[in-house]
């Protein structure tokens, strides 16, 4: 089922704020930003596409999870005694 317009343009407002790190007071700026995103996909696409609006902020890129995977694994911390057990060994 097709999402309606205002529902569409509201994620997708949503989905702005998330990207720019949650801002206060920008609400009417991303509200604008999303209708004008919502105008010109009915535009280029026809009122009968289905248009996503999730954030792409929610997505992961492949080469960051590439780096992540080969870099070598960190060396294990020195295992810190309790000062029970130090006062133990004496």
Do not use: C
């Not at 990207?19 to 919502?38: K, V």
């Amino acid at each position: 089922m097709l999402e309606s317009r205002d529902e569409w343009i509201k994620k997708r407002a949503y989905a702005i704020w998330e990207e720019e790190g949650y801002p206060s007071g920008r609400d009417t700026m991303h509200w604008e930003q999303a209708s004008n995103e919502r105008i010109a996909l009915e535009k280029s696409d026809g009122k009968d596409v289905k248009i996503s609006a999730k954030s792409k902020a929610k997505r992961k890129p492949a080469v960051a999870v590439v780096a992540v995977a080969s870099e070598p694994a960190p060396k294990p911390a020195a295992k810190l005694t309790s000062k029970k057990a130090a006062v133990a060994k004496v």
